[in-house]
C-alpha cells in the first residue's frame, strides 16, 4: 500500500488504556499483551510514561527490548527530563518512537500551564528537537486540540514539523467533539498548514460522548492515516477509540475508507480476550466485534436468513477476527510438551520453567474438576500463575459452611508476610463470610467498589472469572481470580487486589494524558 492507502495503528492500550481505575499492568503483563499487539501487525505500540514511575520506565525497557516488528512508543511532556527518561527507556528498541506533547487549547494554556501561546510554541519546539537526539521518529501532539483555537493549532503544528516531527496528533483529550466538526478540522488543518505534507496526520480521540470510533472514522475520510485507539476501548473515563472497531470499519466499509490497515484481524478476539483477563475489565456481551454476542443470532428471522445465506445478516465473518467456536485443548491426560506448545500457540512463554512447572500443576488441578478445558481456561489459569512473586499474602485453604436456614460461615488461612494466620467470619452469604474472614487477618481498611463475575467458558463446570474493585486513599485497584468454586475466585481475586493496592512498589504516580 502507499502511504496514502495505508491507515497505521497507534496502539495505547498499555499507556492510555492502563490510566483506567485498577487497570494498572505489571511488567510481564504489559510484556505478554505487547507480545499479542506485535503478533496483530499493529504499526506503533505505546508502551507507557517512562518518566512516570520507576515501574513504568522498566515496563517500556522490557518491552522495547521484547517487540521486534513494532514500532514501540514511549509518551513524554514537553520537557527534558521526560524525553531523556523515554529515550533511555527505547535504547533497545529495533524501531522506537517517541511521543511528546503539550497542550494547546485556551483553557489549559491558562488554568493548566498558565503559559502563553509564544511560550507553548517555544517549548513545544524545544521538546521535539530534543527528542530528535534520541529517535528519528517524534510525534508530537497538541493535547486538547478538539477545543484548541484552529489559528493557533496551525502555528503551533507548522513550528513542530518544521522541528522535526514526523507524525502530529489531534487528540479529541475530553470527547468534546462531534465527528462533521472533528473531521472538518483536519481538512482544514491538511489544507492550511504549508508543510502538512511532510508529516503523518493522526487523531486520538476519547469515548465520554460515545463518539470516539466515530471521531475517529470521520478524521480518516478526512486525510488522517493514524488512529490512536485501544483494546476493548480501554481507557480513562468512558474509554478511548476501540481498536477493534475503527480496524473492522475500514475493512468492511472498503466502498467508504480509502484506505486500509496492515494488521491480522484473526489476532482481534484472542488479544481481547487477554486485555480483558489481565485487567479484569469484562467485555460486555453485546460489545462490536469482540463481544459474546457480536455474531449470535437469536431471532427465528435472522436464523433463517444466515442459514440461507450469511451475508443476509452478517457483514463480516467471525473466523476474519479470530472468533471460533470453543475448542478442547488438553485434557487430564496430556503432557507437559503438550501443554507448553498449546501455550504456544497461544502467545504465552515463561521466563522460567519454575513458571511453567507451576502452570502445569494448577492445569493438572484443574482438569482433575473440569473435564473439558479451553483457551479461555489457559488464559486465566497463567493469568493467575504469572502473579507477582513478591505478594505478601496468600491463600492457604478455605473452608465454607453454608446450608439453608443457617448463616454462612468461613475459616481461611492465609500467608501473610511469611507468618500463617486463620480466622473465621460469617456473612450474607459465603463469598461475603470468606471476605470478611480474609479482612480480620489483613484489616487493609480498603473499601471494596466492585464485585463482578463471569463465567469464563460454557457449562455448570465452567470456572467463574471474578473481579473485584478495591479503594483506599484514592488509590484504586482490580483484582481477579478464576476457579471452579466461585468462593475460592472470589476470595483469591480479593487476595490479588489486596497485593497491588498494599504493595508500594506497585503504586503509580499520576499520569500524563493527551
Not at 488522517?224 to 473492522?248: F, H, K
Not at 475448542?327 to 504465552?348: C, M, P
Request: include cysteine; glycine fraction near 8%; hydrophobic fraction near 40%.
Amino acid at each position: 500500500m502507499s502511504s496514502n492507502d495505508r491507515l497505521i495503528i497507534f496502539d495505547t492500550t498499555l499507556r492510555d488504556g492502563e490510566q483506567s481505575p485498577g487497570a494498572s499492568m505489571t511488567r510481564d503483563e504489559k510484556i505478554r499483551i505487547a507480545k499479542a499487539l506485535e503478533r496483530m501487525r499493529v504499526d506503533v505500540i505505546e508502551a507507557g510514561f517512562p518518566v512516570a514511575s520507576m515501574g513504568d520506565f522498566e515496563a517500556v525497557k522490557a518491552v522495547a527490548e521484547t517487540v521486534r516488528e513494532s514500532t514501540v512508543c514511549g509518551l513524554a511532556r514537553a520537557l527534558d527530563k521526560d524525553i531523556d527518561r523515554a529515550g533511555e527507556a527505547l535504547a533497545g528498541a529495533e524501531s522506537a518512537r517517541i511521543h511528546t506533547f503539550i497542550a494547546t487549547s485556551p483553557i489549559h494554556m491558562e488554568a493548566k500551564l498558565r503559559m502563553t501561546p509564544d511560550q507553548v510554541v517555544e517549548q513545544a519546539v524545544a521538546a521535539v528537537r530534543r527528542a530528535r537526539r534520541h529517535v528519528a521518529d517524534v510525534e508530537f501532539s497538541a493535547e486538547d486540540a478538539g477545543r484548541s483555537e484552529p489559528e493557533f493549532l496551525k502555528r503551533v503544528i507548522e513550528a513542530a514539523i518544521d522541528a522535526g516531527a514526523s507524525t502530529i496528533n489531534i487528540p479529541d483529550t475530553v470527547g468534546y467533539n462531534v465527528p462533521e466538526q472533528f473531521g472538518a478540522l483536519i481538512a482544514e488543518l491538511l489544507e492550511d498548514i504549508p508543510n502538512a505534507d511532510k508529516a503523518t496526520f493522526s487523531v486520538h480521540c476519547h469515548n465520554d460522548l460515545g463518539l470516539a470510533v466515530a471521531n475517529s472514522l470521520s478524521a480518516v475520510q478526512n486525510g488522517a492515516r493514524q488512529v490512536e485507539c485501544t483494546i476493548n476501548g480501554l481507557g480513562e473515563r468512558a474509554g478511548n477509540a476501540a481498536l477493534e472497531e475503527v480496524v473492522m470499519a475500514v475493512r468492511t466499509r472498503r466502498d467508504v475508507f480509502p484506505c486500509d490497515t496492515g494488521l491480522d484481524t484473526t489476532q482481534i478476539v484472542p488479544a481481547s480476550r487477554l486485555v480483558s483477563t489481565i485487567t479484569g475489565f469484562v467485555v460486555q456481551p453485546n460489545k462490536a466485534i469482540v463481544g459474546a454476542n457480536a455474531f449470535a443470532h437469536e431471532s427465528g428471522i435472522h436464523q433463517d436468513g444466515v442459514l440461507k445465506s450469511r451475508e443476509t445478516y452478517e457483514i463480516m465473518r467471525a473466523e476474519d477476527v479470530g472468533l471460533r467456536q470453543n475448542a478442547i485443548v488438553l485434557g487430564k491426560h496430556s503432557g507437559r510438551n503438550a501443554f507448553r506448545a498449546r501455550l504456544r500457540d497461544l502467545g504465552i512463554d515463561f521466563e522460567s520453567e519454575t513458571e511453567l512447572n507451576e502452570a502445569f500443576r494448577r492445569f493438572k488441578l484443574l482438569a482433575d474438576r473440569k473435564h473439558e478445558i479451553f483457551d479461555e481456561d489457559l488464559q486465566a489459569l497463567v493469568s493467575d500463575v504469572t502473579a507477582e512473586e513478591n505478594d505478601f499474602v496468600h491463600l492457604l485453604s478455605l473452608h465454607v459452611c453454608s446450608e439453608t436456614g443457617e448463616k454462612p460461615e468461613a475459616d481461611i488461612v492465609l500467608q501473610l508476610d511469611g507468618e500463617e494466620r486463620s480466622a473465621r467470619a460469617t456473612g450474607g452469604g459465603p463469598v461475603d463470610a470468606a471476605l470478611k474472614a480474609i479482612e480480620a487477618i489483613v484489616d487493609s481498611g480498603a473499601n471494596l467498589r466492585l464485585y463482578s463475575v463471569n463465567n469464563i467458558t460454557s457449562g455448570t463446570d465452567a470456572q467463574g472469572e471474578v473481579t473485584v474493585r478495591l479503594e483506599k486513599g484514592g488509590r484504586v485497584v482490580n483484582g481477579q481470580g478464576a476457579d471452579t468454586d466461585i468462593v475460592v475466585a472470589s476470595a483469591n481475586a480479593y487476595l490479588h487486589a489486596l497485593n497491588r493496592l498494599l504493595h508500594p512498589a506497585r503504586r503509580h504516580p499520576q499520569r500524563g494524558d493527551v
